[in-house]
């Protein structure tokens, strides 16, 4: 199992709404791409201080690499993204494997 941990630092000007439809998107692909079984996402609520320049974050679980693999290759995830890195001022990436 793999958690595919994503959070956000976004653009102070980002427009929410269109966060929240990148959102809608990457949960829709749960199911369309074997392999891909969960996906959450919401508020960093940073109760340790330790992240606060990412204000949104979103984890999405996968069966494996494998099915990572494929995610990170689909042209529907590509395309949403696009559209979040253009969001954002930066990523933090994290792909934690609890095989």
């Given amino acids: 199992m793999i958690d595919h941990i994503v ?33 959450r996402h919401g508020m960093n609520r940073d109760y340790e201080g330790r992240s606060p320049a ?7 679980r996968f069966r494996d690499a494998l099915a990572l693999a494929a995610y990170a290759d689909d042209p529907r995830h590509r ?17 934690v494997d609890s095989a």
């Fill in 79 to 95: 395309a949403l993204g696009a559209r979040l890195i253009a969001l954002c001022d930066d990523l933090l990436v994290a792909d």
């Fill in 54 to 60: 990412y204000a949104y974050g979103f984890v999405g």
């Fill in 7 to 39: 959070l956000l630092h976004l653009k102070p000007d980002h427009d929410p709404d269109a966060l929240i439809a990148v959102m809608a998107g990457l949960a829709g692909l749960v199911g369309q791409i074997e392999g891909f079984d969960d996906f």
